[in-house]
């Protein structure tokens, strides 16, 4: 039971070749210090520095887990990047945003590493409540940690367009009905 909205907008893709991608393989940041973020990325979230190709001849830093990698950059200049802001917190602005299953735990790590965060839950009128923990990483990029996959994703169309890792996929996703 789609809208025309939808219908118009999966109509649209029609004839967008399908893409030979898999999945997201890393995020890049641009660091005032690559120690300190190593540091944050290792002691917050558990990632797990990993050895980079000798070919790049610049300050850096990869770091891996949950299928995700991280490339820090060391900032030339030291200073803040436009897209970072160290003193906010506002789920509308750039964030990369993490899977958890067990928010309580994140929470109690939050605080006992003092580490300010903004905390909501959105979708309780629906049922499907997602929590949510706001926090800054030390050069001021946002991160979200939430347990997204209590919201069941419904394609607006084009079903047969997206390509799934053949384990499972989180959130979970509504695979009957809907523009299939």
Known sequence: MGDVATEQKSNE??????????????????????????????????FV????????????????????????????????????????????????????????????RLKKMKIDYLKRIINEEEGAPIDQL???????FMIEICNCENLELVPAGSMGRMKLPPDRHNPPLQMNGSGA
């Open 134 to 140: 706001f926090f800054n990483d030390p050069d001021g």
């Open 49 to 108: 520095l990993i050895n980079r190709p000798t070919s790049l001849d610049f300050k850096g830093a990869w770091l891996f887990n949950y299928g995700i990698g991280i490339h820090l950059v060391q900032k030339e200049d030291g200073g803040n990047s436009p897209d970072a802001f160290p003193d906010r917190l506002d789920p509308m602005d750039n964030h990369i945003s993490f899977q958890c299953e067990d928010m309580g735990a994140m929470e109690r």
């Open 13 to 46: 893709y029609d004839d967008v070749s399908p893409m030979p991608l898999m999945a997201l393989n890393h995020v890049s940041r641009l660091c005032k210090s690559v120690d300190a973020s190593i540091d944050f990325y290792v002691k917050v979230l558990g």
